[in-house]
């Protein structure tokens, strides 16, 4: 291979693969496997004492999470990272194992809702609290940092509201207070956005969204800096939270087709967002690529497309929103997103109903607010559908 030759984040997603077995097969086999062997006393000592880069045993490593790590890494311009079995745990076990009782974070109020569990319900256990910035005020950040501060943590765009956060912004301001900014890049994926080029220190996926794509299988990812990545490897080895074989060899085949998928969904969630745009019934539409969108020029500097999630306001509020889930006939309700199918929620009532309204409006979730993550049936059945349910 030439020196000029580069790969570009399609090709990595495709061409990234383990080392052929003796079969030479051409699409990477499942190595359902829960330990490997060794060839004597001498190659076990020396592969448990890392001198050499052996599977030991499918809680450390697998091929296949190996394979499916190595292709997120090469996506993200990450240097290492490592495969859970959810999101959530990628979520906590980078938290576990990076944090120190006494520590401190400053998050995004605009977080998922079980990591905003565990910054409330779990971390305070072990006495590692939480100062939260809302999305329209970066420029707070800096009075929340304390001499304890380890971690800056964003989402962007954020769930359900569809929000922008600037990932150069905070980058500079981690790094200005050598803070470890982390950044969950679910709603994005790799092929949207990479936050490492805008300072992130470590990227978390849910790779059960648009990564797998169907709503098939669970897992997640941490990738990033390679001795932050040890620390976490360490406690996810003791621990327990590993990706299966199977899911992970499910996911890195669903990375051959991230591309191609997400342009679709983004050219679909577009349409989808206009027509709302010019719909009476509607109240607003947020959608990262709407020049409407409050945080457009950032979304545009930092992403490729807008996503997959088009967050807006039906007119008459919890009723109205209600009344939508209820005239919606071949979308989905359902609590996933990033699937082939269309899903709407109205978080209001649902997934956000046991917050006080003043804090569901702290991160934008308005009576009214319906989500749709918008699949890749023909836009104009999905539209249709909306259309009326909204007509209804
Ligand atoms: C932004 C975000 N982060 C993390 C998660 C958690 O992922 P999982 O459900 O795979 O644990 C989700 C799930 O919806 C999510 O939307």
New binding site residues.
């Given amino acids: 291979m030439n020196s000029q030759y580069t790969e570009h984040i399609e090709t990595q997603a495709i061409r990234t693969q383990l080392e052929r077995s003796a079969f030479l097969e051409h699409s990477s086999p499942l190595y359902l496997t829960s330990s490997f062997i060794f060839e004597d006393a001498e190659d076990m000592r020396a592969s448990f004492a890392e001198e050499k880069e052996r599977n030991i045993y499918s809680r450390f490593t697998n091929p296949n999470t190996s394979e499916f790590v190595s292709k997120i890494c090469k996506m993200e311009g990450a240097e290492d990272g490592h495969a859970f079995a959810?999101?959530?745990?990628a979520?906590f076990s980078t938290f576990a194992a990076l944090l120190n009782s006494g520590d401190h974070i400053v998050s995004s109020r605009s977080i998922?809702g079980?990591?905003n569990s565990l910054f409330t319900k779990f971390l305070p256990k072990w006495n590692i609290e939480t100062s939260y910035f809302k999305v329209n005020e970066v420029d707070k950040i800096e009075s929340l940092i304390q001499p304890n501060t380890k971690v800056l943590y964003a989402?962007s765009p954020t769930?359900p509201a569809v929000d922008i956060l600037d990932l150069e912004i905070l980058g500079a301001i981690a790094k200005k207070h050598n803070l470890i900014f982390i950044v969950?890049n679910?709603?994005a994926t790799p092929y949207l956005q990479q936050p490492i080029q805008f300072g992130a220190d470590l990227v978390i996926h849910?790779?059960?969204?648009l990564i797998d794509g169907q709503g098939r299988v669970?897992?997640?990812v941490t990738v990033g800096r390679a001795a932050l990545i040890r620390e976490i490897y360490l406690f996810a080895r003791n621990t327990g939270p590993a990706l299966s074989p199977f899911n992970a060899w499910m996911l890195s085949k669903s990375l051959e087709t991230l591309a191609v998928r997400v342009d679709k969904h983004c050219e679909n969630a577009l349409k989808v967002a206009e027509f709302l745009e010019n719909n009476s019934k509607v109240n607003w539409v947020k959608y990262p690529f709407l020049t409407s969108h409050p945080q457009y020029k950032i979304a545009k500097k930092q992403m490729k497309l807008g996503g997959n999630v088009v967050a807006f306001e039906v007119k008459g509020g919890i009723n109205a929103g209600r009344k939508f889930l209820n005239s919606i006939q071949m979308c989905s309700l359902s609590a996933n997103?990033g699937d082939t199918r269309s899903i709407v929620t109205h978080p209001a009532s649902t997934t956000h109903s046991k917050l006080s309204e003043e804090d569901r409006l702290e991160t934008s979730i308005t009576d009214g607010l319906i989500r749709i993550s918008v699949g890749l049936e023909n836009v104009h059945d999905i539209i249709e559908d909306v259309k009326q349910a909204l007509e209804n």
Avoid: H, P
């Avoid at 849910?206 to 969204?209: I, L, M, N």
């Fill in positions: 959810t999101g959530m745990s979520v998922f079980s990591t989402e769930n969950d679910c709603f849910s790779a059960t969204k669970l897992g997640g997103l």
